[in-house]
């Protein structure tokens, strides 16, 4: 059973602080203009909560998405344009160009 010293602590906590304590920073960074936007258009409560929870979503997986790629040490991606193709020096530059075009699928 909580204490009743944190109980008074969360009935101070603003809604922003709670989802901040929640680690839910992208929901408490749009909750203002959200609120607001809801307010005008009326939206139901469940609308804005809706609203704030998909945002965090979206921003978790995003997140989660770019950690992924980088933990692959795949990036930074290259163009050919920018490929150095003096190293190494067993690259064919023109199978790799005429590989780039895609043409043999066609062929």
């Given at each position: ?9 969360t ?8 989802l ?5 920073n ?8 959200a609120?607001q936007?809801?307010?005008?258009r ?5 609308s804005?909560l809706?609203h704030l929870?998909?945002?965090?979503l979206?921003a ?5 998405a770019?950690r992924a ?10 163009t050919?344009d920018?490929?150095?193709?003096d190293?190494?020096?067993s690259i064919d ?15």
């Amino acid at each position: 059973m909580p204490s009743s010293e944190n109980r008074d602590l969360t009935a101070t906590l603003s809604l922003a602080e709670v989802l901040r304590a929640l680690e839910l920073n992208h929901a408490a960074e749009l909750l203002d203009a959200a609120a607001q936007k809801a307010i005008t258009r009326n939206d139901t409560p469940i609308s804005l909560l809706d609203h704030l929870m998909r945002e965090q979503l979206r921003a978790h997986m995003e997140s989660r998405a770019r950690r992924a790629l980088k933990r692959s040490a795949i990036f930074p991606l290259t163009t050919l344009d920018a490929y150095d193709f003096d190293y190494p020096k067993s690259i064919d530059r023109d199978v790799v160009e005429r590989a780039a075009t895609l043409q043999f699928i066609a062929d």
